[in-house]
């Protein structure tokens, strides 16, 4: 044998020895702060201590409450091998999330999260995750076999997400039924990327607030163009002003909700509101405001009448 490969082999078994100290430590320190945080230990995270040499995967598929995050995480503080937490068909609470954020952010390693079933909110704000990032937290979402599944607000504002995501973005509005608020503000999605996602939302009849401000929209498609994203199919009641124009003349905005509010009316679409993010006249922002307020009227009476006829259908059952 060769000294060169003599010296490998002999780094290759350090390595080795570092790695099978460092699990011994895991092993003795896991018990200690699952009782500081009065919880007991995972039988699954025990397992995989026990049968890991290299690289750690946690994978735990049952209810997991935030002192056992806080464990683990406190835990594995100082183990450099875990690559991959996934928490399945764990309902987690907002506590829990906190900790599971830390947890993240305190463990450089850690490549893969998986929260699956049970997260109804996604929080990826000012992360600068960009369109790739972006295009497979969308394909997560749709690779979720609970589809719809039980995810409900989606946030990335200011991620660095550029028009090369926007296909991801527009096929998982049109094939995802269970997302009901999705922002997307302060990004680069643009003329090139906004044609997609509006053409995605006749499909979807799920979501309710979409925004897309401060994403370089200049010039969107006109309201009669083939792109309009107020198709009579299309359930969302919130849009941001992407349509203000490159001047914020805010014209587009009031064109649009002036078609849809006879459609509202008559019950034919939802009673779309819009949030006025760009600059605009004051008279043409007091105008859009008005007609704002008219269709708050439209959708308050709406959902009062469907209401008011539950409650008909409900007494005469009991006739």
């Not at 504002?157 to 550029?162: A, F, K, M, T, V």
């Not at 608020?181 to 979807?204: M, R, V």
Request: with cysteine; hydrophobic share 40%; glycine share 8%.
């Amino acid at each position: 044998m060769s000294a060169k490969k003599g010296k490998a082999k002999e780094s290759e078994e350090e390595l080795l020895a570092l790695k099978a100290a460092a699990l011994k430590k895991l092993k003795a320190d896991y018990p200690i702060q699952c009782k500081k945080f009065i919880s007991e230990p995972i039988p699954a995270v025990i397992k995989r201590i026990d049968k890991s040499i290299t690289a750690m995967e946690i994978l735990i598929s049952y209810t997991i409450i935030p002192n056992e995050i806080w464990a683990l995480y406190y835990t594995f503080e100082t183990y450099p091998y875990l690559t991959a937490l996934c928490l399945w068909t764990s309902p987690i609470d907002a506590r829990g999330l906190d900790a599971i954020a830390k947890f993240v952010i305190h463990h450089p390693t850690l490549t893969i999260l998986h929260l699956i079933d049970y997260l109804t909110t996604l929080v990826l704000d000012h992360n600068g995750i960009g369109s790739l990032g972006a295009v497979n937290v969308f394909m997560g979402i749709r690779a979720n076999p609970a589809n719809p599944g039980i995810l409900k607000n989606l946030s990335m504002r200011y991620c660095d997400i550029g028009s090369k995501a926007a296909d991801a973005i527009a096929i998982t509005i049109a094939t995802n039924n269970g997302l009901i608020d999705i922002d997307l503000s302060g990004n680069q999605i643009g003329d090139e990327g906004f044609p997609a996602i509006a053409k995605a939302l006749p499909s979807n009849t799920t979501l309710k607030s979409l925004r897309l401000c401060a994403n370089n929209i200049q010039n969107p498609a006109a309201p009669s163009s083939p792109v309009n994203p107020l198709s009579l199919n299309t359930s969302i009641n919130t849009l941001c002003n992407v349509l203000a124009g490159a001047e914020g003349t805010g014209l587009p905005v009031l064109e649009m909700l002036r078609q849809k509010k006879p459609l509202a009316q008559g019950k034919k679409c939802e009673a779309l509101q819009v949030e006025i993010s760009e600059r605009m006249g004051d008279e043409l922002y007091s105008t859009v405001c008005d007609v704002n307020d008219v269709m708050a009227d439209i959708a308050a009476k709406n959902a009062k009448g469907a209401k008011g006829k539950g409650k008909g259908k409900g007494k005469k059952g009991k006739k």
